[in-house]
């Protein structure tokens, strides 16, 4: 598959799953706007994905917040021409050992569950043609 000249918005791209989307859509030839909470390793993204001859931006949001995912949007717009492709990746994943297992925060049970409505409302009007 090839991505050249497209932009995409991958959230949660900072580790884990959306880490190698971003990487995977940038060796397919796209610039990449990673979205995440975590400054030190998006920046570590960032470096890889221009490694691989492709331009990055990075934007620190949560993903619960809609203006902070409104201002990703039109940060990437600005900073790398344009938004074709939106992923929806960010979320959380309790990992403790089973014994160890806590109850969710309420915060983090709704972030992947409403996260997701206001990143799709928020690059819709970029990507309807």
């Not at 400054?39 to 931006?57: F, N, S, Y």
């Not at 949560?62 to 790398?80: F, I, P, Q, S």
Request: no cysteine; glycine share 10%.
């Amino acid at each position: 598959m090839t991505l050249n000249g497209k932009v995409e918005l991958v959230t949660g791209a900072a580790q884990g799953i959306g880490r190698g989307i971003a990487l995977r859509l940038a060796k397919d030839g796209a610039d990449i706007a990673i979205v995440d909470i975590n400054a030190e390793k998006m920046a570590e993204v960032a470096v890889a994905i221009e490694g691989l001859g492709q331009k990055a931006t990075t934007f620190k949001a949560d993903v619960g917040n809609r203006a902070e995912v409104y201002a990703a949007v039109e940060h990437a717009e600005k900073t790398l021409g344009g938004l074709n492709i939106m992923v929806n990746n960010a979320g959380i994943a309790q990992v403790d050992p089973i014994a160890e297992h806590r109850e969710l925060r309420r915060g983090q049970a709704r972030r992947p569950v409403l996260g997701a409505w206001p990143r799709e409302t928020a690059t819709l009007q970029h990507l309807v043609i």
